[in-house]
């Protein structure tokens, strides 16, 4: 599905990944987005945070090795998101820190300034991981840092 220009480009796309490949380079976290233009039919009566942590196991970030995935999910047509980080951050990271950074986001996306609020979000979830999750001397990038759309 084409997302509507109104929103991110295939040039934002692009950026929104190298923003993910640049908050990963000091953690050994892994940092995903995923954007949906609409609600997939068969998802109809799931509650956001259920169609997110669908798409976390979807994607698979709960397959990680330290369990230090975290989901960026976006949900357009509904104008809502949800950031989802998995239980090895979750045991560490406080939600406060999650919803500081929703904060943030929101008041990008009421100023109609999508890319930078995702950009925005993306780095500073790489820096709360690299604070707790610094990267490791073997470190792998376990997850594609390309945009999941749908």
Known sequence: MKLSKEYFSASDLNAIKQACECAEENTSGEVKVSIFGKRPPKTIGLSLTELAYAEFRNLGLEKTRDRTGVL??????????????DTGINAKVEQKVWDEIAGQLVNKFKNGEYLSGVVTAVMSIGEVLAGWFPRKADDTNELSDEVHVA
């Open 72 to 85: 960026l999910f976006i949900l357009l047509s509904e104008r809502q998101f949800q950031i989802l980080a």
